[in-house]
C-alpha cells in the first residue's frame, strides 16, 4: 500500500480520507482562546467524539507542534445525558449524534469545534452549565415526594395526559435551546441568576411538573416565579429554541402553555389576594 507523510508527521494510508479538525481551546476559564487544526483520518461512522477520541491519542497539529488532548464533555455516547453538547460547523448539538459521514462526507473537508457561548468555558469544549439546573432549582422542577415510605399509588393518570408529558420528559438539559435563543445571554455572576431569564429548556419543564398529577402540587411557586423577572415574560417569541432541540420537544407551544398559566394565576392573585 502507497503511503505520504503529512506535515504532523503521521503516516497517511492510501484511500484514506483525512478531514480537517479545527478546534477553539482555551486552558482554563477566563483564558485567552486560540484556533488548533488537526488532519484525523476518518473510519466509517465515526462521531465528533470519536474524533476528539482519536486527537487525544495523537495530539499534534498540522503544523507538526505537539498538542495536548482536547478537553470535552460525554456521558451516555448516545444523545441522552446532553454533556457533549459544543458547535459543530455553527450549528449547536451533541457531538456524539454528529457523523462525520453526514458533516464531512469528502477527503479534505473540514469540521470546526467550539465550545457553546452561553456558558462559561471550563476548558476547550467544555462548559459549566450551572446556571441551567440552578434554573431548575427555581422552577422547583420536581414531583415533591420524599420517598421515605411507601405513600401507595399515585393519582392515575389519562393517556392523553401521558402522550403530551412524554416528550416534554425528553429533555436532557443539554442548553441548545439556550444557545440560540437570543434573549439567553451568558451571564457568569451567579448573584444575577435569580433573575436571568430561564430559558425554554426550564419553561418546558415548568409545565412537564405543573401537568403532573403530584407534581402540580407546588405550581403556585412555580408560577410565582416564572411571574418574576427572568419568568416567563422575557421570552420574545423568535422561536429559535423549538428548531434546534435535539428532541423536537414542543417548545413553543410549552411556552405558550406557561404563559397563558402564569396570565391566569396572576388575574386570580389579583381577584382573591392568593
Ligand atoms: S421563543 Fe423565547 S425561549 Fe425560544 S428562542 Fe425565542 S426568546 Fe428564546
Ligand atoms: S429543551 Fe431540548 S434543546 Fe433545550 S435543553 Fe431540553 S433537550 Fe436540550
Ligand atoms: S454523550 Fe450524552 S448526549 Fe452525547
Not at 465550545?115 to 422547583?140: C, G, H, I, N, Y
Request: glycine letters at 8%; hydrophobic letters at 35%.
Amino acid at each position: 500500500m502507497s503511503t505520504a507523510t503529512k506535515p504532523s508527521g503521521r503516516t497517511v494510508r492510501r484511500g484514506e480520507r483525512i478531514v480537517r479538525v479545527t478546534i477553539k481551546r482555551q486552558d482554563a476559564p477566563g483564558a485567552a482562546a486560540r484556533w488548533e487544526r488537526f488532519d484525523v483520518p476518518i473510519e466509517p461512522g465515526a462521531n465528533i467524539t470519536s474524533v476528539l477520541q482519536w486527537i487525544a491519542a495523537n495530539p499534534t497539529t498540522v503544523e507538526g507542534k505537539r498538542s495536548t488532548p482536547v478537553v470535552y464533555d460525554s456521558g451516555c455516547l448516545e444523545e441522552v445525558c446532553g454533556s457533549c453538547t459544543m458547535v459543530v460547523n455553527g450549528k449547536v448539538r451533541q457531538a456524539c449524534s454528529a457523523l462525520m459521514d453526514d458533516l464531512c462526507p469528502g477527503a479534505g473537508d473540514e469540521v470546526i469545534l467550539e465550545p457553546m457561548t452561553k456558558f462559561p468555558v471550563l476548558r476547550d469544549l467544555s462548559v459549566d452549565r450551572s446556571r441551567l439546573f440552578s434554573a431548575l432549582k427555581r422552577v422547583r422542577a420536581w414531583v415533591p415526594v420524599d420517598g421515605t415510605y411507601d405513600l401507595g399509588p399515585g393519582p392515575r393518570e389519562s393517556a392523553e395526559k401521558q402522550e403530551t408529558r412524554y416528550v416534554l420528559s425528553t429533555c436532557m438539559s443539554c442548553g441548545c435551546c439556550l444557545e440560540a435563543c437570543p434573549q439567553y445571554t451568558l451571564e457568569a455572576d451567579e448573584k444575577k441568576w435569580d433573575s436571568s431569564f430561564v430559558g425554554a429548556a426550564v419553561l418546558s419543564q415548568a409545565r412537564y411538573f405543573n401537568e403532573h398529577e403530584t407534581g402540580r402540587t407546588l405550581e403556585k411557586v412555580r408560577l410565582d416565579e416564572l411571574s418574576r423577572p427572568g419568568g416567563v415574560s422575557d421570552c420574545g417569541n423568535a422561536q429559535n429554541c423549538v428548531r434546534v432541540c435535539p428532541k423536537e420537544i414542543p417548545l413553543t407551544e410549552s411556552i405558550g402553555a406557561v404563559g397563558r398559566s402564569v396570565t391566569l394565576h396572576r388575574l386570580k392573585q389579583f381577584f382573591t389576594g392568593r
